[in-house]
């Protein structure tokens, strides 16, 4: 995956870098329970607070089908727990249990130490451009992907 001058794309080289920080990430998990996907999926709800398996997936990047399977596992592991929301009784919103928060809180300086490591040779200002790149990038992309998803709901 190479431009016409032979470096290669953006993409390709932002996909490697979520390659490598999934798999450390997963290392880094793994003896607490946890994946990288489920650990994302938790982070969500710490910070929307209570959220359907839809939302949830959406902003976890996975698809409803699977995020319904994690949902489930997690709320197992009592990790998470559902309720019915008010007013629509069919829709189940997640929420982290104390359970679900504490294991959060062990993860996070195992999280932050590979934030570091990839950021250590970055000085305060390029830290801050990257960041903003990748945001930018996101908000590129993000209508491209709801266009794709209302285009995809159509079709079931």
Do not use: W
Request: proline share 4%; hydrophobic share 40%; aromatic share 4%.
């Amino acid at each position: 995956m190479a431009t016409t001058d032979g470096t290669p794309l953006t993409l390709y080289l932002i996909k490697r870098l979520e390659l490598v920080s999934r798999s450390l990430l997963d290392d880094a998990l793994r003896p607490r329970g946890l994946t990288t996907l489920q650990y994302t999926a938790l982070t969500v709800l710490e910070a929307r607070g209570a959220t359907s398996s839809a939302q949830l997936a959406r902003r976890s990047f996975l698809r409803p089908q699977t995020m319904h399977e994690m949902v489930l596992t997690l709320e197992k592991r009592g990790l998470i727990r559902r309720e019915a929301q008010l007013g629509n009784k069919r829709v189940l919103l997640a929420t982290l249990t104390e359970q679900g928060r504490e294991l959060l809180a062990e993860c996070r300086p195992a999280v932050l130490e590979l934030e570091r490591a990839m950021l250590e040779q970055f000085s305060p200002g390029q830290r801050a451009v990257f960041r903003e790149a990748l945001e930018l990038g996101i908000g590129s992309l993000a209508p491209l992907a709801r266009e794709r998803e209302n285009t995809d709901a159509g079709r079931d």
